[in-house]
């Protein structure tokens, strides 16, 4: 059996932010994505296609985010390939509140699979697995901080009930010390699945990830659009597997063109930095349908360019979107009575006169633009963040 691996569609994100033409177009994005994936596994002729977690943005929906993926959903009817997916941690089900889960809407429509663990009262689970062929696949859905003995509990039951070349979705990546939660903290605990499984895969994380190096079972597709625009566009991915050669393909995917430029500018006043600017923007191609990301290193070290004046020159030569940064060249860290310091250098600065929290001050200054930005995306559930900053400053 042969089938397309993907993950973190993310279907129905919009930004809160940005013109209504960038707000609509990126909502549009999302499902683009999918539908080029839906291409590339009709022409792979696999039989199915796997989503592995993080299906929709929110467990809410509206009329056109429930219609616009009801379409694409029933094209793969059309095309004969079946759709199998398990939540993430953005579609998360609650336990015993299924009939709120717009995934369990879709699965009674018959328009998808749901492989599932059920939690029951003694603490005991039931593995809900499908079967496509004679391939048996389980999900484990999102575990969460406990993804690493989930694993190894699956591992265990595969090894009882003698289960062979099956394959698992779980909503899980290699951790990285990532502040959000729910990434795999132990790689060998893969190790002990690989003689029951064939095939792990995994979600989470928004950009490809595989192991081991030789023979990989464990892959994560990556999210095939940007999420968040600072993502690696070289690691959105899919990958097609196939069952009996066990072999692996990589498809690269194409989310929206995104421009990012770094410039060193000598300025001193707004005035110049204005000069400076204009001369530098005309040497980017600009077209409707770029987001433009420039990052502005200045070497004068007590002037604040004006970045949203730069980012509205860059809105009149075109762009979808424009974000100007800006960071002072040879940055030290400590306050100096002329120097210019970016928020989060004062954030960094403040934390470390904090007791308790002093030692773990950059974990705790990069949990901060973390929970900035979740919110900034319109993720208010920060609690996962501030979970993982908390366990840094307790272990340090
Ligand atoms: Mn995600």
């Known amino acids: 059996m042969k089938f397309l691996h993907c993950n973190d569609l993310h279907l129905g994100k919009k930004p809160s932010f940005g013109s209504e033409a960038f707000k609509n177009k990126r909502f549009e994005d999302y499902f683009n994505a999918f539908k080029r994936i839906i ?7 696999v039989e199915a296609i796997l989503v592995a977690g993080d299906f929709f943005d929110k467990k809410e929906t509206h009329p056109n985010i429930l219609s616009n993926t009801e379409k694409l959903l029933q094209k793969c009817k059309e095309h004969k390939i079946k759709v199998v997916v398990i939540e993430g941690n953005h579609d998360l089900i609650y ?10 809407y879709l699965e009674n429509k018959k328009l998808l699979q749901r492989p599932f663990v059920k939690f029951l009262e003694n603490n005991e689970k039931e593995y809900h697995s499908i079967f496509i062929g004679e391939t048996e696949i389980f999900g484990l859905g999102y575990p969460g901080a406990s993804v690493d003995d989930e694993l190894l509990e699956f591992a265990a039951y595969c090894e009882k009930n003698n289960k062979q070349d099956c394959v698992v979705l779980v909503h899980t990546a290699l951790g990285n010390n990532e502040f959000i939660g729910g990434f795999l903290k132990d790689k060998s605990v893969l190790d002990k699945m690989k003689e029951r499984i064939i095939y792990i895969a995994g979600g989470h994380g928004h950009r490809l990830q595989k192991y081991p190096e030789i023979q990989p079972f464990f892959f994560v597709a990556g999210s095939p659009e940007y999420c968040d625009l600072a993502e690696n566009p070289a690691l959105k991915t899919a990958i ?21 430029e770094t410039i060193t500018l000598e300025s001193e006043s707004a005035e110049q930095f204005r000069e400076e600017f204009d001369k ?10 770029d987001i433009v990301i420039i990052e502005i290193r200045s070497l004068a070290s007590d002037f604040i360019p004006d970045v949203k004046w730069a980012e509205k020159r860059v809105l009149e030569k075109g762009a979808l979107f424009a974000e100007v940064k800006w960071k002072r060249e ?4 400590g306050f100096s009575s002329k120097k210019v310091n970016s928020q989060e250098e004062i954030e960094l600065e403040q934390i470390k006169k904090w007791e308790h929290w002093n030692k773990a001050s950059d974990v705790a200054a990069k949990a901060l633009i ?16 501030f979970d993982s900053a908390l366990n840094s400053v307790v272990k340090s």
């Open 330 to 333: 040879n940055f030290r860290s």
């Open 39 to 45: 291409e590339q596994a009709k022409e792979n002729s």
């Open 370 to 385: 973390e929970m900035r930005k979740s919110v900034r995306d319109g993720q208010h559930d920060i609690s996962s963040i």
């Open 280 to 289: 530098f923007l005309p040497l980017l191609s600009i077209s409707a349908e």
């Open 240 to 260: 097609i597997f196939d069952t009996h050669s066990k072999e692996h393909k990589i498809l690269e995917q194409t989310p929206r063109s995104c421009i990012k």
């Open 95 to 104: 336990r015993n509140k299924e009939s709120e889960s717009w995934l369990i």
